[in-house]
């Protein structure tokens, strides 16, 4: 073998060796190490216990995720290297066309729905690859892109989703798209986990401690929500996957950082941008959109308070605000429709469930946070679809993903927050159609805080939400109030 090769074998549907010379070897490590983002507040990092970045590729035993093997052959041509395959089969795509695909949905009685274009093409894209991280925002039709693959390939399917209400819903999608309920086992909170039915749709919780064995059984891995994936638990789940050789991966959005995205390709495979927001809206699929970003202007006391606090501290002055609570309160009751408030801590979402409740008169308020059961949620989600003007108080972590409500007018953001996952995930609680509902508002509320040339953190992580909506082409506007 010359020097300058790479030989990849494939060892199993997990990794692949890279073989070189050991120069190359920790050149090719070099090219797949990233500093992790935050990891300088990291105990271990501060305790010197870890250097703050994460290296994909092993120089000693030259492994790596199979999903990173475009970005071996990147590598390899920047640089002029070669590349081989020990065989070159393991790697081989399927053959199916677009025609061959849209004849067999043709062919498909069951199916309650046809596809969009770009749903099939999307679907098309997954079965020829065997793999792919797929790119596709909020009522994109995630779910449907999903059956069609699990009903195409007649295989045992494990679809892992990060909630027991994601559980429940995904198999009532399922069933709506013709799906009998007799194929799919569900498994959450101490369900059974033996059984031999073709689909078994769970929670990462409740599978994540199985044996490697447990595993063995599944042809087909679909994550749903995959930019929860980065997490030690899920990476084990999928790492335990060796004989598994179709795996998907779908997402709303990724956090944005390169070390997230090479994670997710190396578990699923490459990234596969399925559609947009924006395109999606241009094309009527979803509801038109837009944004009222309200900019809190607090007092000179306050701002002369706040410019010594913490991040913490800052939090808590918010939450705790009464004059801002009932700002929030004021703001949900005026609005028509369905409205989501969203929050953070589960203090301030008991605090402003009991404003509005106690004002809300003839309007129905649904409280939700990690303690509601997920068939309660589940159940409150169909009741919400035959309400309009209700009132949904809930956290982020429980409504922020995955959670399919189509008549839904109003979004309002309580707590601020930078994160591109979570900012996405929750707007796009409010971009599905209706039959009664063609448009839906976010009200993005931030603080302003700041004392001269001070600004304070929640201004800042503002801030950057405006730029994720410059970069995702929605249309908002800027208000000021003083409170």
């Known amino acids: 073998m010359s020097e300058e090769n790479l030989v990849i074998e494939k060892v199993d ?19 797949f190490t990233f500093s992790v983002p935050g990891a300088k507040h990291m105990p271990m990092f501060k305790n010197k216990m870890w250097d703050g970045k994460i290296r994909l590729y092993n120089p000693m035993s030259r492994s790596l995720y199979v999903g990173l093997r475009q970005y ?10 070669t590349v081989s395959y020990t065989e070159p089969r393991d790697f081989a795509d399927n053959q199916i066309s677009l025609i061959e695909a849209q004849e067999w949905v043709a062919s498909e009685k069951s199916l309650t729905m046809q596809p969009r274009d770009y749903q099939l093409e999307a679907v098309v894209h ?11 925002p909020t009522a994109s039709g995630k779910s449907f ?5 699990c009903k195409y390939l007649k295989r045992r399917v494990l679809v892992v989703v990060p909630t027991t209400t994601l559980v429940h819903q995904m198999t009532s999608d399922f069933v709506e798209y013709g799906a009998k309920e007799a194929w799919i086992h569900k498994i959450y909170e101490g369900q059974e986990k033996i059984n031999n039915k073709p689909i078994t749709i769970t929670t990462w919780q409740s ?20 930019h929860g994936f980065k997490s030690k638990s899920l990476t084990g789940i999928m790492s335990k996957l060796t004989t598994c050789e179709y795996k998907f991966g779908f997402t709303g959005t990724l956090d944005g950082t390169q070390t997230h995205k090479l994670v997710l390709e190396g578990l699923f495979g490459p990234e596969r941008v399925v559609t947009t927001t924006s395109e999606l809206i241009e094309q009527k699929h979803l509801a038109e959109f837009r944004i009222k970003a309200i900019v809190l202007n607090h007092t000179a006391e306050d701002r002369d308070k706040a410019k010594k606090y913490t991040y913490p501290e800052e939090i808590d002055f918010i939450t705790g605000s009464e004059k801002r609570n009932k700002f929030l ?32 008169k003839d309007r129905k308020v649904f409280y939700v946070d990690g ?5 309660i949620r589940n159940d409150y989600r169909a009741q919400i679809e035959t309400e309009t003007n209700a009132i949904i108080v809930a956290s982020l972590g429980t409504f922020s993903t995955g959670i399919n409500i189509r008549n839904l007018h109003n979004v309002v953001f309580a707590s601020p927050s930078k994160s591109r996952v979570k900012v996405l995930q929750s707007i796009g609680r409010g971009l599905r159609k209706s039959s009664i509902k063609t448009s839906a508002v976010l009200y993005d509320v931030a603080d302003d805080l700041s004392y001269k040339s001070h600004r304070n953190f929640t201004l ?3 801030g950057e939400r405006i730029r994720m909506y410059n970069e995702e082409k929605f249309e908002y506007k800027i208000y000021n109030v003083q409170i």
């Open 371 to 375: 303690d509601v059961k997920g068939d």
């Open 13 to 31: 549907d997990v990794y692949m060796k890279v073989h070189c010379e050991p120069g190359l070897a920790f050149e090719l490590s070099e090219y």
């Open 145 to 149: 892109m999903i059956y069609l693959i």
């Open 72 to 81: 071996v052959e990147e590598f390899a041509r920047q640089r002029n290297y």
């Open 126 to 136: 997954a079965l020829r690859s065997k793999r792919a991280l797929m790119i596709s």
């Open 207 to 226: 599978i994540y401690k199985q044996p490697k064995g447990w595993f063995e059984k599944f042809e087909v891995v679909i994550g749903d929500e995959a």
């Open 460 to 462: 800042q992580h503002f």
């Open 329 to 360: 309160m004021n703001l949900v009751l005026s609005l028509k429709g369905n409205t989501l408030l969203l929050f953070k801590n589960i203090d301030h979402g008991t605090t402003l469930q009991n404003y509005i409740s106690t004002k809300a």
